[in-house]
């Protein structure tokens, strides 16, 4: 079924799942600009008629973007991060924003906990080891034990307390830096990112991505956290100085990282692959069927009720 000739026009800046693609093609004009040989002219053509952005975190929308757009009155976010959308060209225009909040907090807090027990537990070196026929020659290299540890949470939000929440059963004492203590948390509160990454074993970032936090986790926070300490970052590239991580792991200045974000996704830094105390995935965090399938659902239902005239559901303040 595709759209009536009257439907709203909606840009959408990279696809979605074929279980979003249909519904959104039923409502709307889409315009699919990941298709467009010449994004430029492509933009050009249909700016006269775009009423919303249909974007996802990673690729978010830019204030070029947004300004070729004369008609826009919202941008969509399949994502909870609006770090790559400018807020401020939004704001100054009126432009409403919508992200997917709590609907992924779960998965992204259970792949800070897998990612920290694969990295510690050295599960994919294990795989590698059996597959490889490795073992027929020997014992496999130890790996360190998870219970007992100090885990750092950077970022207390929702996602940071569901990570807590997830760990309080692996019996780990918990930390956790943000701007201001939460006076429900029982867990430690620091003010300084580097002062918690010297009292912490493993530390797990899951700050939001943007200006304020951009290369937080820096060379100081990385010798902070010593040749003992393990980093898990499930937020966003942009939070940690990966030049000075690269030269921190390849020298053994950590112990090593789990890394589901990455710079320049998804050709991320080619000297990754050759370290053998990383763990990484493809920014995955709210990679399951289940997360995706509502995830979509909120962004369908915010671009509904914003063509009927009613408020957001999961709007961007
Ligand atoms: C998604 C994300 O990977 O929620 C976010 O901020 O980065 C992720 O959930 C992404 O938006 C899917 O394309």
Known sequence: MTASANSPHVLMAGPYPEWDMVPLQAAYTLH????APDRAAFIAEHAPHIRAIATRGELGASAELIAALPKLELVACYGVGTDAIDLAACRARGI???NTPDVLNGDVADLAVGLTLALQRRIAGGDQFVRS???ADGAPPLATRVFGQRVGIAGFGRIGG???????????ELGYFSRTA???SPHRHFESLAAM?????VLIVILPGGEATRGIVDA???QALGPKGWLVNVSRGTTVDEGALLQALEEKRIAGAALDVFLNEPRIDARFAALDNVVLTPHHGSGTEQTRRAMGELVRRNLEAHFAGRPLITPVP
């Open 32 to 35: 699919r600009l990941w298709e």
């Open 96 to 98: 409403h924003v919508s």
């Open 133 to 135: 026929g490795a073992w």
């Open 162 to 172: 569901t990570i807590a929440r997830r760990l309080s059963g692996f019996d780990v």
């Open 182 to 184: 939460k006076p429900d």
């Open 197 to 201: 990454a010297g009292w912490c074993d």
């Open 220 to 222: 100081e926070v990385l």
